[in-house]
Each structure stands twice: as structure tokens, then as C-alpha cells.
């Protein structure tokens, strides 16, 4: 049976906004957005009319109060998701709120409990979940291919300066979330916390280097023990490309996300037999299907592999509709474990202070 689609109502329209409104556009069947809201109304009018979205507010409060909407996406800067998401599940809507869920592990608890006392949806917008070769890595985990997994090397980086004006751009600026932390190592994170979580790490040590002008961070690593189980080994900035892989390291072999890693579309399955070195490589790909010709007529995609957002919205439509208030692909106890490394990460590297 077609269940009906969700309809979103975005707030924000900025860069992540308009490649997650360019990605519904593949899945009709399961998403329409019908208002869109920002800060200053012209712009929200310019956004909704350049993607054809009938309803268009002045404020995110007004997205959160149109009765025409289910689920609200929190996609403006993420020291404003809190408040936003608080404002969205007060007024009875679902929620999906970008990376990093909130700048605190209190308000990620806050909105975990507000979201379950109001029995409404709520995830992060951990994207790389839903992309169909993590789904592939994740299953052959699973089944045991790799044999036990005792560690996961993660890394993300981009150079900051390819698209921003140092010191004034967003990412250089403490107040409205930069630095890299918040800006790139959620995913490192998140790829540790989804094949060695979702326990809380028992130990974390963070080494990083601030910059000294603006106080953030621009590099970072990051060690994780999960006892009992293995060790994390990730890294992230904000100032050079890296090679943006991960690999899930087990007994009998490793599986490789190839990059760029948060959102792959190709992996890399290794199995060993007797003796060292003795290993077979399989690459397994999962191209991203092609956008609507409305996509690139309507401006294309920010940033990439956008087109994968329809994955995660897919999957969050069967959870809804199946009646779900969160998904088993990115649990709310992987959201709060990943701000809880965050935060501890934040208060060893002292990311508060301009040195
Ligand atoms: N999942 C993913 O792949 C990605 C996730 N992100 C996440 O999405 C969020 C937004 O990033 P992105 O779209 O790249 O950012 P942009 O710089 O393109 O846009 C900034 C957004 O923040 C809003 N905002 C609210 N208050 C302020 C303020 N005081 N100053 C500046 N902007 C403000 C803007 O709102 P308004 O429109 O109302 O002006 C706009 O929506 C971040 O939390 C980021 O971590 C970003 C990129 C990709
Ligand atoms: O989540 C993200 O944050 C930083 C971006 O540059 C990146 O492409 C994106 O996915």
C-alpha cells in the first residue's frame, strides 16, 4: 500500500537547505515540501520560488505553526538547532535536525526527552546512515564477514579556505559554531560510535590545534576505547583535503569506505585467509542515481553527493508512517553518545577560550 508523503516545512535557506530541497525532488511518492522559512521573508520567497514550495514564512517559528506541515528540517547554523527543534516538536511536528544535533550533550538530552514525551520523530542529520554502501558495510558486518571489529580509523577534512574568507567567514567564527569539530567531526564520530557503539566510549583523548586569531579549532585528533570492544582512531580539520576514509578493521578482514567517506557511494571488501598479507579485495560501487532535470535548472547541489539526501528522507518517511518516533539506522542513543564525545572533545581541547 503507497503510504502519503511527508510534508516539510524547511527552516533556513542556506546552502545544506537547498541541497536537501533539491534531493526530495527524486522522491515525490515519499516528500513535498510545502513552506519554507527563514529570517528575512524576500529571501524565503526568493528560496520557495526557485523551488516551486507553495508556503513561505518570515520566521522558523512560522514553519513550525503551519498546520500543513509534518516534519520540520532544522538547517540553519547549529548553534541555532536547539531552540528551532524545541520551537518545531512544541508545535506538534517531527523533526530531523542537521549535524551536529546541538553545541551541548544537555540540550541533545533535552530535545531526546522533549521528543519522546511528545511521541514525535527525531533524528540527526547523520545522512551517511542511509546511503546504500554503508548499508552494505553495515550488513556484511554483521554476518560476520570481517570476523570481530576491534577498530575504526575515520577521518574527514576539506580546506576551509577553497570556499571561505578567512578570518570573517562562519567556520572561523566561535560564536556561530566554527571550527572543525562541530563543522566535520561528527562524522568521524558517528562512523566509530555506529560500528563500535552505541556504549558510550570508555575512554576519549582529544590533541588538536587551535587557531590563534579566532579560537577554533582547525584540526583535531580524536582516540576512543570502547571496552571490551576495540578503539577508534579519528581525525578532522578544516584546512587541508584529506583522504576521507573509513575502515572498519575486524579479525578476518576490513571493509573501506571509500571517499568521501561521509557520504560514500563505494566500498571496499577485504578478507583475509591463514597468514599475513593473505588478502582478497572486492569493490562493491552504489552510484547515486540521477537527478530530475528540475535539479540542475533549479541551481544542482552546494556540496558532494547532496543527491543522497533522498536516502535518509526515504527512510524517515517508512519510520513515520510505520508509526516510528526514531530510526534503528541512526538511534537516538548514537545522537546523544556522539554529542557526549563532542563535548568531552570540546573541553579538552578548551574550545571556548581565544588563546
Ligand atoms: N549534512 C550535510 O551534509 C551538511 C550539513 N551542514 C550543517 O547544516 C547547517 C547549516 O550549514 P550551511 O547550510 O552550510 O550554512 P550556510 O552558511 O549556507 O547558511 C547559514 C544558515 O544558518 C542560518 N543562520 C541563522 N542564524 C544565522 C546567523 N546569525 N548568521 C549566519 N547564518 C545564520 C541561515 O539562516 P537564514 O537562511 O535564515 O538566513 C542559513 O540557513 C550547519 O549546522 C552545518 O553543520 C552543512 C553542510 C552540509
Ligand atoms: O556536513 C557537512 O559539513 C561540511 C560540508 O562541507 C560537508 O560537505 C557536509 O556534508
Known sequence: MELPPLSWGIMGAGRV?????????????AAKVKTVGCRELERSVEFADQHGIPNRVGSYEDVAKDPE?????????????????????????????????????????????????????????????FFPAVEKAQELVKSGTI???????????????????????????????????????????????QFLGPAFPSRIAAAGVKDKL??????????LHFEGKGIASLTYNIEAETPEETIIIGTEGR?????????PTAIEVTTKAIGRGNTTTIRHDFPLPDPPASVDASGGFNYPNSNGFQFEAAAIHKCIRGGRTSSDQYTP??????????????????????E
Open 17 to 29: 537547505c537547498h541541497d536537501f530541497v533539491q534531493a526530495l525532488k527524486s522522491i515525490p511518492h
Open 69 to 129: 506541515v509534518d516534519i520540520c528540517y532544522i538547517g540553519m547554523l547549529h548553534p541555532f538547532h536547539y531552540e528551532n527543534a524545541v520551537t518545531a516538536l512544541q508545535n506538534g511536528k517531527h523533526v530531523l535536525v542537521e549535524k551536529p544535533s546541538t553545541c551541548s550533550e544537555c540540550d541533545t538530552k533535552a530535545l531526546v526527552r522533549l521528543a519522546q514525551e511528545k511521541g514525535l520523530f527525531l533524528m540527526e542529520g547523520m545522512w551517511t546512515r
Open 147 to 193: 570476523g570481530k571489529v576491534v577498530a575504526v580509523h575515520s577521518d574527514f577534512g576539506f580546506n576551509g579556505g577553497d570556499v571561505a574568507n578567512y578570518p570573517d567567514h562562519i567556520f572561523y567564527n566561535l560564536n556561530l559554531g566554527g571550527g572543525g569539530l562541530f563543522y566535520v567531526a561528527p562524522y568521524p564520530v558517528a562512523a566509530a560510535m
Open 214 to 223: 579566532t579560537g577554533v579549532d582547525l584540526s583535531g585528533a580524536i582516540s
Open 255 to 263: 571493509i573501506k569506505l571509500l571517499s568521501p567517506a561521509h557520504c
Open 333 to 354: 542513543d548514537e545522537m546523544l553518545a556522539v554529542m557526549h564525545v563532542l563535548e568531552e572533545c570540546r573541553t579538552q581541547l578548551k574550545i571556548d577560550s581565544v
